[in-house]
């Protein structure tokens, strides 16, 4: 039986099912906790609580929502020495994530030409099923090296400048990638792929800064009122999903070897420290750096968009973060130091002030977490927090987290109703599918703001900014 | 007896079942209905022909694996299916031939990235003989 522990935190004790070593915790308001209680996020949190090794509780953030072994925003920790990596904690889409751009625009001075700004961003940017990368064709030793540097690739190439890498994640770089443990299908799949932004829940854009909520956070990430910021969400394409899907296999047949029993074949996983453990960790770097190539050519490709259409293209990253990925980190468990492998599948690391992971710039503050919300209604900026590091390995949610099935999306609205609706609101589209925009219509996703309440309220992150947009361009 | 497939609902992806009695036409229909996700299949010709030969490690597996194939071979190589033919299937082992095209922006209507197949509550059982197939895709 769940149990209530406070307004913001339900406990899955180790009677919920067998064979649990740790507990299972989920961040959620009573309401946001129905909806959880909906599909089978439990028995996945649960589920995961039974992979050896764990410390800590398996967990799930507000906006978790069934997804496949692990729930979408599930966190959890492994022992470095004596824990487990699983392929499907991170997810087929390895270091989706977003990034935040912010410009020196006002909302009054895009407005009036905000169609033509979009248009060019539609297309400049590769997106939709099918669409192929600018820079299609690139030969092996090329690609080896995009999974080498990830957005230092990028730069090094005139996608923007190596002042950007200060401001993501890992400085946009995991440096144990291996091009070597990816095999050859994977980099098929991202050959052509590589600067584009895919379809699904993926999108470009652009906002404005609607509230503060943090005064010195917002100053220090150069965030204020009315400002124009473009939210851009993809991740690794069919290069990541790739690596996901043949770690599977590996780590399915690898498990007999080292005597793990699991409870859902999604979970597959081996030891951290085992030869396959270790390559897998290695490809997903790989494919995670990918990732921040992607978005960093991506950026390029907005700010270009700006020059053209506004005049001026100099736009700052605020910062990038990854949604899907497993990070070595030292996290204080129990009161002693511990080296732990922390799973994010559909959650953000929200490391506080003074970490030394985090920009030099935020470190009196803390890092940006990055919020998006379904389309058409609104994104926020978060900052971490100690609780964060206390309760959650540093980790808070990642967006609104869907609420309806695709194909219940599509059955009370059509494409053009929905884009009359949104032009209703100020919001402007740009589709490259008409049946994608109604699956990610705003109603088939929880309430973001109902989701940072929770996270905000439980002190596992704090508002900084709320933004709203005014112009999306989706695959 | 009637063979076909359906989309099943999930809260952020979409799955197929399928079910024939005959469990060479369910893995048919399984890569045909993954096709029709990603891509109109009545714009999908037939002017190339590809042979496959896939292993697994149980029936389930060996569904996984199909599929992935599948769709590598859209995602990887550019190449979709048409039609099929399942020349063999036992032993958790499968040879088919591939009907279909170079997947080309301007001549086929897709629909949807298919990122990858799942394990999530696969199954494939067989009652009153007829065989059903449940996968879910990550979309």
Not at chain 1, 110 to 138: A, E, H, W, Y
Not at chain 1, 247 to 254: F, G, H, N, R, S
Not at chain 2, 14 to 33: D, I, K, M
């Amino acid at each position: 039986m769940l149990q209530k522990l406070d307004e913001y935190r339900y406990l899955i004790p180790k009677s919920f099912r067998e064979g649990m070593n740790v507990e299972g915790l989920i961040y959620a308001s009573p309401a946001l906790i129905k909806a959880i209680e909906n599909d089978l996020t439990l028995m996945q949190v649960a589920n995961v609580a039974t992979l050896p090794g764990l410390v800590g509780r398996s967990l799930a953030m507000p906006d978790a929502h069934q997804g496949y072994g692990f729930a979408i925003g599930g966190v959890a920790a492994a022992d470095l020495q004596k824990g487990i990596v699983s392929a499907g904690g991170v997810g087929f889409d390895i270091n989706c994530g977003v990034r935040l751009l912010r410009s020196d625009f006002r909302l009054d001075e895009v407005k009036p030409k905000l169609d033509g700004l979009l248009n060019q961003m539609f297309r400049d940017i590769p997106c939709g099923t099918g669409k192929k990368g600018i820079v299609s064709g690139l030969s092996d030793a090329e690609l080896d090296h995009v999974l080498k540097l990830g957005a230092q690739w990028a730069v090094e190439k005139g996608y923007g400048t190596s002042e950007d890498l200060a401001h993501i994640e890992e400085g946009g770089k995991i440096p144990n990638a291996n091009p070597d443990e990816v095999s050859k299908r994977a980099k098929e799949r991202g050959r052509d792929q590589l600067g584009t932004l895919g379809s699904g829940n993926h999108f470009v854009e652009v906002q404005y800064v609607s509230d503060i909520f943090d005064e010195d956070a917002a100053q220090s990430f150069g965030l204020v009122i009315g400002q124009i910021v473009v939210l851009i969400h993809t991740g690794s394409r069919g290069l990541g999903h790739q690596v996901c899907t043949d770690y599977l296999e590996i780590m399915q047949e690898a498990m007999r070897k080292y005597k793990i029993t699991i409870v859902d074949r999604q979970l597959a996983c081996v030891p951290i420290q085992s030869p396959e453990g270790q390559s897998y960790l290695q490809a997903m770097a790989s494919a995670a750096n990918f990732a921040f190539a992607n978005r960093q050519m991506i950026t390029h490709w907005v700010r270009q968009a700006f020059e053209r259409s506004l005049g001026s293209g100099d736009l700052k990253i605020v910062y990038d973060v990854c949604h899907n990925i497993a990070k070595e980190e030292t996290h204080q468990v129990g009161g002693s130091s511990r080296k732990v492998l922390v799973h994010r599948k559909g959650a953000t690391r929200a490391f506080p002030k003074h970490r030394p992971e985090i920009p030099p710039d935020y470190n009196e503050v803390g890092q940006p977490v990055l919020i998006p919300g379904s389309m058409g209604t609104c994104s926020y900026v978060l900052v971490g927090t100690e609780k964060a590091m206390e309760e959650t390995f540093g980790s808070s949610c990642h967006g609104a987290g869907r609420a309806m099935s695709r194909h219940a999306a599509k059955k009370d609205i059509t494409a053009d109703e929905l884009l009359r609706d949104l032009k209703e609101k100020g919001i402007h589209v740009r589709g490259a599918s008409k049946s994608g925009l109604t699956e990610e219509k705003p109603g088939a996703y929880k309430d973001v703001s109902a989701v940072v309440e929770v996270v905000h309220n439980a002190g596992i992150a704090r508002k900084v900014a709320k933004m709203v947009p005014i112009g999306v361009i989706k695959g | 007896m009637d063979s076909g497939f359906r989309i099943l609902e999930h809260p952020a992806d979409l799955g197929l079942e399928v079910w024939s009695p005959n469990l060479t036409e369910v893995f048919r229909l399984a890569a045909l209905g993954l096709t029709s996700i990603i891509v109109d299949p009545a714009s999908v010709g037939d002017r190339e022909r590809r042979n496959v030969s896939i292993k697994g490690t149980d029936i389930e597996n060996l569904l996984v694996r199909w599929l992935s194939e599948i769709l590598y071979l859209y995602d990887g190589e550019g190449f979709l299916v048409s039609d099929i033919e399942i020349r063999s299937l036992h032993d958790s082992a499968l040879e088919a031939v591939l009907n279909g095209e170079k997947a080309d922006i301007l001549n086929h209507k897709f629909r949807v990235d298919v990122k990858a197949v799942t394990y999530h509550q696969l199954k494939i059982v067989l009652e009153k003989d007829v065989w059903t197939a449940r996968v879910f895709l990550d979309i």
